[in-house]
């Protein structure tokens, strides 16, 4: 191994002084990733719709590091566009794009409308189409051949098996997430900007609430590792694959679930 070559272990997992937006970032999730990109040296904008919960956030965050608060509709191609122009005033370049924010609605076969359908649809896949349309240039700026600029796309386990839930139009929303992700690879790559997804099994959320107040002992039990996830679990994840770590991985869906889709 030549000098040029060699591993500096030491910087292998930073993001120290990096940029990161993180959508959904206010609450689950999102705020899981915010907080660890945060105590690992990152300046993170999160977004999400309401903005009282988004400002309130970014303030407590704002005791770890340098935290803005972007709230937007990103169920809408309108509502992408203001979040991007937004960020394009405050940054000239953008190194991680986390595309978290997501909705889920829950109804019997027979009664499950339309609405429920096209809600989850426009937030959870044409919203992360374009917003990383519209940051495309920022993320362009960030990018090397060694370092390239980061897509992170928030999918689900329940986008790689069938969930025992009514929730019909989440589930094909998140698969759909799951293979733009790897059309979006092959197409950025190019421009040395990676996208990959992350596919969390059970964490503690607003959107999980209700099922982990219902059917935690079951949930644990299915899991290999017995437990749910937690803040560290999905925090390391998003580091990994926003670090020089992460550098040469593509187009690939990470579940994050301790094991409950190979089950």
Partial sequence: MTPETAINVHNLFSIQGKVAVVTGGSRGIGLMIARGYLEAGAKVYISSRKKAVCDETAAKLSEIGECISLPADLSTVEGCKQLADEIKTRESALHILVNNAGAVWGAPLEEFPEAGWDKIMDTNVKGIFFLTQQLLPLLEQAATPNDPARVINTGSIDGIKVPRVDNFSYSPSKAAVHHMTRVLAVQLGPRNITVNAIAPG????????????????????????????????????????ASRAGAYVNGVVIPVDGGICIK
């Fill in 202 to 241: 059970p964490f503690e959320s607003k959107m999980t609430e209700w099922m982990l107040d219902n059917f935690r002992e079951q949930i644990e039990a299915q899991c290999p590792l017995k437990r749910i996830g937690n803040p560290s679990d999905m925090a390391g994840v998003a580091i990994y694959l």
